[in-house]
């Protein structure tokens, strides 16, 4: 697009020479850079422009520059200078002191040593000085730089080293010295004396006690005691005082492990309503005469019919039958009962109230069928979880509340998690009262460039989908990203919906502006 402006400025001359350059009075052909083959075309910068380039301070207009960087050689009405101002040489100086070829000094100098004399600075004099060199085992010399460390490394009164163990081995165990002047010390142990001698050089050991006496073992003090036998035998599994078990070991007068274990001859009673003992014979009697296909207690009792090989229990007011597959549960009319037919059915009637308690989680496990939840007014509930499973999942099922036709509304209070698609007929409305809103103010979109739209592959389902990607979002807009207990993240499209449109809606208007001023150029 042309600038159709009279006075143009450019920073950098590189970009002015990308620009395409008129090379006509009326605007038809155009040069890159004002250099190059013309080609015909409309340019950027018209004829008539004046184009200043701020870096090489050159102006252009009507195809041509017209100014140039300014040197001083082009610059007139300059004012005259001595050639010293423009060459700094010391010989185009006028009026120069003269400097002499040699300053006499006002002080002698006096040498010494293997070369004598003085010398006034009058005149030049030679000085010869004699040069030693480093000493070896056979010539005298200088003293060389290592030598020198070598001797200031050596203490005052050293002598030529002497023997010494580097190491002292105790038992197993090497003991080394950590540093040159490391000290090995010598602690006495229990009933050990220690006693050196500073002038010889020597340490005595000695122990403090003569003898030791082993003392006699207790219930609560270690010590030597006597074995009766020399032969050991069993594995004690604990200790316990009861005929037939292992028993603690004790120590005698003697001083010998004994185990002492009491032997008592028990005599058994016939059992009684309020004592254990024997069974009598009149109870085995009584015993025998039971029925063995009958248990009653009170007005309870479980009974076995052979004939029909059915199991019941009986009981005031309900009654269990079980029979093959088939398990009944009901009152003695029947009117109520709960139960499995020959079919692997559930079946439950009841003229009142069907009531499920539980202290965990409720399941409704369900083959390939629907489970329906009707009519109005019944609800299900449960303290922690309630599931409604389709099993198996691969077959799939319906879970339906209300009936078609119907107007049922159904509430959830907390978080809804759907793993699949989700379709309705009436739309999605989410609740935007004005009474249910503060602080509200115009929608900032200014971010919504730095969030990118993607498309991409699941890697949990099979599935192309397009969206964004929730951990950018998170960066800009962390209030739409949600972040569940495994640390997976979910994205509000909807509230960034309305920043993407708020974005696209300042840009559309800034065209619109951009557009106006062109035209109105």
Not at 186 to 198: D, E, F, R, V
Not at 222 to 232: E, P, Y
Not at 476 to 492: A, C, H, L, Q, R
Request: with cysteine.
């Amino acid at each position: 697009m042309a600038i159709n402006k009279k006075l143009i400025h450019f920073n950098k001359k590189t970009t002015f020479n990308s620009q395409k350059l008129s090379a006509n009075a009326s605007n038809t052909q155009y040069q890159v850079g004002g250099t190059g083959t013309v080609q015909t075309g409309a340019p950027d910068i018209n004829y008539q422009s004046i184009v200043y380039i701020k870096d090489s301070k050159e102006i252009w207009t009507h195809g041509q520059f017209y100014a140039t960087a300014v040197t001083w050689s082009t610059i007139t009405g300059k004012p005259s200078f001595a050639t010293v101002a423009t060459s700094g040489s010391y010989t185009d100086l006028t009026n120069k002191p003269t400097i002499p070829t040699s300053l006499p000094t006002p002080n002698s100098l006096t040498f010494t040593g293997a070369t004598t004399g003085t010398w006034n600075g009058s005149s030049a004099k030679t000085v010869n000085i004699p040069t030693y060199s480093n000493a070896s085992t056979s010539t005298a010399g200088l003293m060389s730089a290592a030598d020198k460390s070598k001797l200031n490394g050596i203490a005052s009164g050293a002598e030529v080293n002497q023997n010494a163990f580097t190491n002292v081995v105790v038992g197993s165990t090497t003991i080394s010295a950590d540093s040159k002047t490391d000290t090995l010390t010598l602690t006495a142990g229990s009933n050990i004396t220690l006693t050196p001698n500073a002038t010889n050089g020597s340490i005595t050991v000695a122990a403090s006690g003569s003898s030791y006496s082993l003392p006699l073992a207790s219930n609560n003090t270690r010590g030597g005691i006597k074995l009766s036998s020399s032969t050991q035998g069993g594995t004690p599994n604990g200790i316990t005082t009861t005929s037939g078990r292992t028993y603690a070991v004790q120590v005698n007068s003697s001083e010998q492990a004994v185990v002492n274990v009491p032997w008592t001859n028990t005599t058994y009673s016939e059992a009684t309503t309020s004592a254990s003992g024997l069974m009598s014979s009149s109870d085995k009697t009584k015993l025998n005469s039971l029925s063995s296909n009958i248990i009653k207690s009170r007005d309870s009792y479980v009974e076995c019919n052979t004939s029909t090989d059915k199991i019941s229990i009986y009981a005031p007011s309900a009654t269990v039958e079980a029979q093959g597959t088939s398990i009944d549960i009901h009152d003695n009319d029947k009117t109520t009962s709960f139960g499995m037919n020959d079919m692997g059915e559930i079946v439950m009637n009841a003229n009142g109230t069907i009531t499920l308690t539980a202290n965990n989680d409720i399941f409704l496990t369900s083959g390939e069928c629907t489970i329906q939840v009707g009519p109005a007014g019944t609800q299900i509930t449960g303290g922690q979880d309630l599931y409604i499973d389709m099993n198996p999942r691969f077959l799939g099922g319906t879970v339906q509340i209300g009936e078609s036709g119907t107007s049922v509304e159904l509430r959830v209070y907390g978080d809804v998690n759907i793993e699949g698609q989700v379709q309705a007929s009436g739309g999605f409305f989410d609740t935007s009262d004005a009474r249910v809103k503060t602080n509200v103010k115009e929608l900032d979109a200014s971010k919504a460039d730095a969030v990118r739209l993607v498309e991409f592959d699941r890697t949990d389902k099979k599935h192309h989908g397009y969206g964004v990607i929730a951990q950018e979002l998170e960066k800009v807009y962390p209030e739409m990203v949600n972040t569940d207990s495994e640390g997976f993240k979910s994205v509000n499209y909807n509230e960034l919906a309305m920043v993407k449109i708020k974005y696209l809606e300042d840009k559309v208007a800034r065209l619109e502006a951009l557009v106006g001023r062109l035209l109105a150029e």
